[in-house]
């Protein structure tokens, strides 16, 4: 897995999260070669799965796009998949986002993980 990108969101924003689909040695993925790409979308504190996105297919749909040769991958999140789940006692939490793909006919498998910190927009209490 690549290093996670780090993405810092508002409570119930709504935004573009764009990178580039690489295999193992670097070069860009092609999406004609791709089997699989799935969607995972989770609060890392609690494991609670946000706006249904559990392994969700997302090869262009489920607002995620991938151009044809370049590798360029967007994923288009609306406001569910940025809620504040936890304490109002929290001024921020840590969402996980994952893309996995794969190709040559399932053979091979990578996965592009975000970290997205959401503040919390309620007036909290410390």
Known sequence: MNQPIDID???GQS???EFTMLDQADAAVQKATLVTLTLH???KRSGAIIN???NQNALDMNGVTMH???GLVIWAMVPEDN???GSSR???EVHVGRLRWTWDGGEKA???????TVSNLKQFTV
């Open 9 to 11: 969101v508002q409570e």
């Open 15 to 17: 935004g573009e999260i």
């Open 41 to 43: 979308l989770y609060d």
């Open 52 to 54: 249904g996105r559990e």
């Open 68 to 70: 044809a040769t370049s």
């Open 83 to 85: 809620p504040f789940l």
């Open 90 to 92: 929290l001024a921020t």
């Open 110 to 116: 990578f996965a592009q993980e975000f970290l997205i």
